[in-house]
Structure formats: C-alpha cells, structure tokens
C-alpha cells in the first residue's frame, strides 16, 4: 500500500486549496480513508474520513471548511479547504485501513497506512 500526498505550499489567509492523495495497493471497495494534519507544536488530529460505501465523517475541528471528495477512477482522494487561517498551517496526512466491523471513524491507531504528508504553510 502506498499512500502519496501532494497538492500543499503556501497559502494566503483567507484562500482554498485542494490536497490529493494517490494510492496504490488498495482497493475503495474494501479501505476506510482520511485526512488527518500535524500543526507545530500540536499532536496529530483527524480531519475527515470516508468509508467504502462514500459516507463521510468530518471532526468538529473541521466541520464548516474542510470537505473530502474521491475520484474512483484515479483511486485518488482530495481534502477541499476553504477560509484557510493561519492555525491551519500543519504537515497534512492521508491514510488508509482495511474496513472492517469497527466501522470508518477518525481514530488514528486504527489507521495501518500512512502517507508522509504534504505541508501546508498559511500566512497573512
């Protein structure tokens, strides 16, 4: 499985962006997926997550601005932010797990796989 970020820089406050995620060695038929980020500082917190049936499931942290999309046939996934602020500055994380009876939800020792993370830098 191999998980591969891309899509981070650096933003003015108040833009959008769009992360993506490749992956390979899974199938969105059996994987739970998400979006997790790192700020500096800060322990690593979900964001959003969305089973293999396409039902998602976004934190408090993220309701309001951050939305999850999928194109099945490039196997990819994409993070949509908007009204970026400068607290969003964090290294952004996709990661996959097989699905399985404990449903898809944004709990990160649940994950197996891990991608290395894109950078997002946000500044006035």
């Known amino acids: 499985v191999q998980l591969v970020e891309s899509g981070g820089g650096s933003v003015q406050v108040g833009g959008s962006l769009r992360l993506s995620c490749a992956a390979s060695?899974?199938?969105?038929?059996?994987?739970?997926m998400g979006w997790f980020r790192q700020a500096p500082g800060k322990e690593r917190e979900g964001l959003v997550v969305?089973?293999?049936?396409?039902?998602?499931t976004v934190t408090t942290s993220a309701k309001g601005r951050f939305t999850v999309s999928r194109d099945n046939a490039k196997n990819t996934l994409y993070l949509h932010v908007n009204t970026l602020n400068a607290e969003d500055t964090a290294m952004y994380y996709c990661?996959?797990?097989?699905?399985?009876?404990?449903?898809?939800?944004?709990?990160?020792?649940?994950?197996?796989?891990w991608g290395k993370g894109t950078q997002v830098t946000v500044s006035s």
């Open positions: 990661a996959a797990k097989k699905s399985d009876s404990g449903g898809c939800t944004p709990e990160q020792r649940k994950f197996a796989f």
């Open positions: 060695g899974i199938s969105r038929t059996n994987y739970c």
């Open positions: 969305i089973n293999r049936y396409g039902i998602k």
